[in-house]
């Protein structure tokens, strides 16, 4: 297991064309899915770093989003785009789809 720790003290995602009750309906429980997915990877390596701000950009998805997929859609979004500012990294996240 890595030593690496992140903290995420606030997410702030905009959603446009989904509906108040989809988005309400996410935010529960997406910081347990965040922290799975962000537990699968390999780490392990990396030392302190800071990322002062993060941009998860557009998130495509589909007219009838559900709330949990569009949970999943933004961890994995989540974990793409850190994975991009990690040291050593210089994939985009539109690449590591």
Do not use: K, Y
Not at 11 to 24: F, Q
Not at 28 to 57: K, P, Y
Not at 72 to 86: C, G, K, S
Request: net charge negative; aromatic share 2%; hydrophobic share 45%.
């Amino acid at each position: 297991m890595s030593g690496l720790r992140i903290d995420i003290g606030r997410l702030n995602v905009g959603l446009h064309g989904i509906s108040a009750a989809v988005v309400e309906e996410a935010a529960i429980g997406l910081d347990t899915v965040i922290a799975r997915r962000l537990g699968a990877r390999s780490w392990a390596e990396l030392t302190d770093f800071d990322i002062d701000e993060l941009s998860l950009g557009p998130l495509q998805t589909t007219v009838r989003a559900d709330p949990a997929a569009l949970r999943d859609l933004i961890a994995e979004r989540l974990v793409q785009t850190l994975d991009a500012h990690l040291p050593g990294r210089t994939r985009a996240p539109e690449e590591a789809v």
